[in-house]
């Protein structure tokens, strides 16, 4: 006895989905966190150091936490002249957050994020009223 399998293939249309978790999305933004990010970066009394062997980032390595918080200020101040783009500020950002132990992992740098972008908006908007 011979058996037939008939199958039937649906086509699917499948449309592209953007999800990003990028809060800070330009420069705008940056400078509407900036006071609440240098204030979080204030906080920090520990951290691993970075020496980066790039000649763009040496200016941005730092060995103690005094010269992290400087390196942190410089590369901000930089990317809102337009002097290096958004999306590298964006990846310093996350490895000083975990680095620094502010954050343990991605997902806790994206809240943060989006909790000091949220606070920022919030009292801009009072602040307008």
């Known amino acids: 006895m011979i058996m037939i399998i008939l199958m039937i293939i649906r086509l699917v249309q499948v449309g592209h989905v953007k999800y990003s978790y990028t809060i800070i999305k330009n420069i705008d933004d940056l400078i509407l966190v900036k006071d609440y990010l240098l204030d979080e970066i204030d906080t920090i009394d520990n951290i691993m150091p970075s020496i980066i062997q790039y000649n763009v980032m040496d200016k941005y390595s730092y060995r103690n936490v005094k010269e992290a918080k400087d ?3 410089l590369i901000m101040n930089d ?5 290096i783009p958004l999306d590298f500020f964006l990846r310093y950002l996350r490895r000083f957050y975990i680095v620094s132990g502010l954050a343990e992992s991605d997902k806790e740098v994206v809240s943060r994020l989006r909790y000091l972008f949220e606070l920022a908006m919030y009292l801009k908007l009072n602040e307008e009223e």
């Open 71 to 73: 390196a942190f200020r």
């Open 79 to 83: 990317t809102i002249n337009n002097n």
